[in-house]
């Protein structure tokens, strides 16, 4: 990480590309945090470092009495090999900032440049750098950290750039705004036996199949519900390569993906009934496992109207959502308590998708990003 560079004298786009030169891991993430502490210190915030990790706060204080605004982006990049570009490619292999949060911090960094040159009037504007959300721990990881309950927002605000969306492009949705989800690991246990004689042990072949085909039809069930139920194959594993044993114990994996978080606990539930079951029947071991466990995001509606508000005085088109994003996004975590709303920020109609090699955050995003924020900070805080 170079840092060298001077936050107050240098452009976004070459920051953006300093960070995106030096990606790190979810939960790795000390350079950049040690980098970005730096730059906040230059614009004259206060700085609170060790959230959930390596996540750090930047304070900016007004000289009156006020609400307190969070602004939230992300640390974290990616364990993807990214195609080449210009000068700024990664120096880490298999790492790269390819979900754009080079670009979200960049759009922090821009807001810490205007409140250093034009404080708020009133309140406190917290810019929140947060560690592993790629993995789905890194706000839940924040939210125990002790320091964060002296920070807690009385509102908050993040986005995610979206490709395939017109550049510049906001969209909102009231309440449901991305999906929960959660990883499903299925390890069955019997018993291994000789190829020619299988009836001597207890193969969880049928188990499995029926396993993955129950997991697969279960959404079936909700159909009568509203919003959002889905149940993805991921993997599956029946024992060893050797034509000469039948297999002994089996594997099978699923993301569960619903619109509430009430739906995913009932969801999850039948879930696991339906699997004790089929390994019952087949006198097997079970064992059920969860990973990347994401809530919901449910966003305010007075939040969204400051976010509509911002982006029709910013000539912004604002699109209503139909529908939950299905990927998620751990900001749920942190909206629980405040007048929270996520929005995303069309990347543009041609660049590749999110955790595509060849995504690159686009730099002409940067400053309607930064516009954007600022308008809502100066909605709630006003200027010095």
Known sequence: MNTTLSLLGTPLAELRHALHRSPELSGQEAATAACIAGWMQEAGAEVVSGL?????????????????????????ALPIDEAPRGDWSSCHPHVGHLCGHDGHMSWMLGVAQRLAASPVAMGEVVLLFQPAEETGEGARAVV???AFAALKPDYLYSCHNLPGRPLGEVSVRDHAFTCASRGMIVRLSGLCAHAAHPENGRSPAMAMCRIMQGLSRLPLQFADETGLAMVTLIHARLGEVAFGT????????????????????????????????????????????????????????????MIRRVARQQGLDC??????????????????????????????????????????????????????????????????
């Not at 969070?70 to 974290?76: A, K, S, W």
């Not at 009934?273 to 969860?290: F, K």
């Not at 308590?337 to 690159?360: K, Q, R, S, V």
């Not at 924020?373 to 200027?383: A, D, I, K, S, T």
């Open 52 to 76: 959930g990790g390596h996540g750090l706060a930047a304070i900016f204080r007004g000289t009156e009495p006020g609400p307190r605004v969070m602004l939230r982006c992300e640390l974290d």
């Open 144 to 146: 125990r950290s002790k």
């Open 246 to 305: 039948s297999p002994g114990d089996a594997e099978v994996m699923v993301t569960l993906r619903t619109e509430s978080d009430d739906m995913m606990k009932a969801l999850a539930e039948a879930a696991v009934s339906l699997a004790r079951s089929e390994a019952e029947e087949d006198r097997l071991g079970i064992d059920v496992d969860w990973c990347d466990t994401f809530d919901a995001t449910w966003n305010s509606p007075e939040a969204n109207d």
């Open 319 to 384: 699109v209503e959502l139909s529908q939950a994003h299905r990927w998620s996004e751990d900001f749920g975590v942190l909206a629980r308590d405040c007048h929270a709303a996520m929005f995303t920020f069309g990347a543009g109609e041609e660049m590749p998708g999110l955790h595509h090699p060849d995504y690159d955050f686009p730099d002409t995003l940067l400053a309607p990003g930064v516009e954007i924020f600022e308008g809502l900070v100066r909605q709630h805080l006003g200027r010095e």
